[in-house]
């Protein structure tokens, strides 16, 4: 005898071998995590439970929000895009000593160590216009017998591939 359950998230209706019940399974459709509900033996013979009727105004409702979710998170990601006639200003907007400087190197590094791809983006882009300073910090970084401590988790090869590509952000 199967177990017979509907899936708690896409309500497509499920049947499990009896040996899995009281256990974790995924959903075929949906692939989500369900619980299969175990059967106790001895009631085999009591009468199947039968589940409340879906409420298709719900359903519907929950498509419209989702539709809804997906048309707004499309219309956020379009906002983001940069204009054709975008121009970069031009120099610094604030000043940043060196020690700051090598504060947001350091930061950068990092977070390209971590994968923070978009994060070292916006590091890279608040440091490029320093130019020649940032350049002469990179290489002191480089040069360096010893890491900074900051650093020493990241393999110098590694380490040496995030400086060119530091650099190559800042010409």
């Known amino acids: 005898m199967a177990i017979v359950f509907h899936c708690q998230f896409c309500n497509k209706e499920i049947r499990a071998s009896d040996d899995a ?8 459709k949906c692939h989500n995590k369900v ?10 013979d009591e009468e199947e439970l039968k589940l409340a009727p879906l409420d298709a105004e719900d359903l519907k409702r929950k498509k419209e929000l989702m539709a809804e979710t997906y048309r707004l998170t ?15 200003p031009a120099g610094a907007m604030y000043e ?9 190197i350091v930061l950068f590094l990092r977070q390209m ?5 978009d994060d070292a983006e ?4 608040l440091i490029a216009p320093f130019g020649k300073r940032v350049v002469d910090i990179i290489d002191k970084i480089a040069l360096s017998e010893i890491p900074d401590p900051k650093l020493s988790h ?5 380490l040496s591939g995030f400086i060119k590509t530091l650099r190559a952000k800042i010409r």
């Open 113 to 117: 160590a971590a994968g923070e791809l």
């Open 154 to 158: 990241i393999s110098p090869i590694v």
């Open 74 to 88: 499309q219309d956020i990601l379009e906002e983001r895009e940069i204009p054709d006639n975008f121009a970069e």
């Open 35 to 44: 619980y299969v509900p175990s059967i106790d033996p001895d009631k085999e």
């Open 96 to 104: 940043m000593d060196d020690e700051e400087l090598e504060k947001n």
């Open 21 to 28: 019940g009281g256990k974790w399974g995924k959903c075929p």
């Open 122 to 125: 916006r590091t890279a882009a």
